[in-house]
């Protein structure tokens, strides 16, 4: 069974910083598209940042929404099937709840930021970011 685990959400200041964890246990795909997203209450989900992993120790980020760019950094450790999102400079706007997901993809420029593309979904972690 695949399973995508979310770790590392929590309360912080604005200004402040945290890093999310995805983990993948099961069955892994050789290639994917990687993402993290976030849908704050009574808003749609939304892509914050993908990340193609190809064969080997191929992986480099394909998307980030605009509002976290310079301010959040998507990376993957291999060995440890994980993958990350290193939010810094954190703003109330932030505040959702984060999901990471994963598709099968051959190519890096397939990856995209749609939820609906993406089938394999954790079950998500909050971030709130109190001014």
């Known amino acids: 069974q695949v399973q995508l685990v979310e770790s590392g959400g929590g309360s912080v200041q604005a200004g402040g910083s945290l890093r999310l964890s995805c983990a993948a246990s099961g069955y892994t795909y050789s290639r994917a598209c990687m993402g993290w997203f976030r849908q704050a209450p009574g808003k749609e989900r939304e892509g914050v940042a993908t990340?193609?992993?190809?064969?080997?120790?191929?992986?480099?980020?394909?998307y980030y929404a605009d509002s976290v760019k310079g301010r959040f950094a998507i990376s993957r450790d291999n060995a440890k099937n994980t993958v990350y999102l290193q939010m810094n400079s954190l703003k109330p706007e932030d505040t959702a709840m984060y999901y990471c997901?994963?598709?099968?993809?051959?190519?890096?420029?397939?990856?995209?930021?749609?939820?609906?593309?993406?089938?394999?979904w954790g079950q998500g972690t909050q971030v709130t970011v109190s001014s």
């Open positions: 990340l193609y992993a190809g064969g080997g120790n191929t992986a480099y980020a394909t």
């Open positions: 997901a994963a598709k099968p993809s051959l190519r890096g420029s397939a990856c995209g930021s749609r939820p609906a593309d993406f089938g394999l």
